[in-house]
């Protein structure tokens, strides 16, 4: 904090930036200038002037070079003075699933006219957007060519099994939201403890497909939620597409271990969810 950039890209390819906590900085939190295949993911880029300068400099000139590739998820871009993303970049950058400090998204003056979060100019790419701040809770290295059951019970009530082919090693992320990053559910129906991201940067045909998520839970959340039966607990999944909070097609829950599963054909936001008798 408290620099002209928090964290500069000049000319340097393939970083990860996770879950760094940059603000307060004279210029950008983030710079990005000819540099390419970058990711940030899960920071929090907050009260800088700009929140991502991609192609720019502080000194006002224009140096952009090679920024394809670069890939900006589930970061919280709020509170920064003039824009959430300040683009010079010749082609759409992906900023889509990012938190923009309000749950109507990011301010643009033709594509998102009712945003009240930070700004941002032509040529980036943000909708779809989170309707909550998402916390990383765990990331764990997967290798190539192998089965990794993922326990992050302490961390956020999950466990993540996912098998790997030879073309298949990276990271899984798991963030959890403090409120629903989507619409609401129907009437008849209810959330059970928290809201759980499942991100990778694996490529998806290096995956094999499906991927076992299972979310714990406890009797005082059954209690608080009003749940009679917990056989009848199924997991959703968040659709970016269609606005909706979905159940996942294979789904089910054990009653004895305390805990509902879903086998999953792609990363994405998936809840806990019970129906709720009707008075």
């Given at each position: 904090s408290e620099n002209g950039n928090g964290i500069d890209l000049l000319s340097s390819d393939d970083n990860l930036l996770l879950d760094n906590t940059i603000r307060s900085n004279e210029h950008a939190g983030l710079t990005f200038e000819n540099s390419k295949n970058n990711r940030a993911l899960y920071n929090s880029v907050t009260m800088n002037r700009v929140g991502f300068s991609i192609g720019t400099h502080e000194t006002g000139g224009v140096r952009v070079g090679d920024l394809s590739g670069n890939r900006l998820y589930g970061n919280a871009i709020a509170r920064n003075e003039t824009a959430g993303i300040d683009s010079e970049a010749a082609i759409e950058i992906d900023a889509t699933l990012n938190w923009?400090?309000?749950?109507?998204?990011?301010?643009?003056?033709?594509?998102?006219?009712?945003?009240?979060?930070?700004?941002?100019?032509?040529?980036?790419?943000?909708?779809?957007?989170?309707?909550?701040?998402?916390?990383?809770?765990?990331?764990?290295?997967?290798?190539?060519?192998?089965?990794?059951?993922?326990?992050?019970?302490?961390?956020?009530?999950?466990?993540?099994?996912?098998?790997?082919?030879?073309?298949?090693?990276?990271?899984?992320?798991?963030?959890?939201?403090?409120?629903?990053?989507?619409?609401?559910?129907?009437?008849?129906?209810?959330i059970v403890g928290r809201w759980i991201d499942f991100a990778t940067d694996i490529a998806e045909d290096g995956i094999e497909w499906p991927v076992t998520i299972r979310l714990y839970y406890s009797d005082a959340e059954l209690r608080a939620a009003g749940v009679a039966d917990e056989l009848l607990l199924r997991m959703h999944r968040w659709d970016w597409g269609d606005g909706a909070w979905l159940p996942c097609s294979e789904s089910g829950v054990d009653p004895r271990g305390d805990f509902a599963w879903a086998s999953v054909r792609e990363a994405g936001t998936v809840a806990l969810v019970a129906p709720v008798a009707r008075r």
């Amino acid at each position: 904090s408290e620099n002209g950039n928090g964290i500069d890209l000049l000319s340097s390819d393939d970083n990860l930036l996770l879950d760094n906590t940059i603000r307060s900085n004279e210029h950008a939190g983030l710079t990005f200038e000819n540099s390419k295949n970058n990711r940030a993911l899960y920071n929090s880029v907050t009260m800088n002037r700009v929140g991502f300068s991609i192609g720019t400099h502080e000194t006002g000139g224009v140096r952009v070079g090679d920024l394809s590739g670069n890939r900006l998820y589930g970061n919280a871009i709020a509170r920064n003075e003039t824009a959430g993303i300040d683009s010079e970049a010749a082609i759409e950058i992906d900023a889509t699933l990012n938190w923009w400090g309000d749950r109507s998204g990011p301010q643009h003056a033709s594509l998102n006219v009712g945003g009240r979060g930070d700004g941002l100019r032509d040529g980036v790419r943000f909708d779809p957007w989170m309707a909550a701040r998402p916390a990383l809770k765990w990331t764990e290295s997967v290798d190539a060519g192998t089965t990794t059951r993922i326990d992050a019970r302490c961390e956020a009530n999950a466990e993540v099994t996912i098998a790997t082919n030879s073309d298949g090693s990276g990271r899984v992320y798991l963030a959890e939201f403090p409120q629903n990053p989507g619409a609401d559910l129907a009437t008849d129906a209810t959330i059970v403890g928290r809201w759980i991201d499942f991100a990778t940067d694996i490529a998806e045909d290096g995956i094999e497909w499906p991927v076992t998520i299972r979310l714990y839970y406890s009797d005082a959340e059954l209690r608080a939620a009003g749940v009679a039966d917990e056989l009848l607990l199924r997991m959703h999944r968040w659709d970016w597409g269609d606005g909706a909070w979905l159940p996942c097609s294979e789904s089910g829950v054990d009653p004895r271990g305390d805990f509902a599963w879903a086998s999953v054909r792609e990363a994405g936001t998936v809840a806990l969810v019970a129906p709720v008798a009707r008075r």
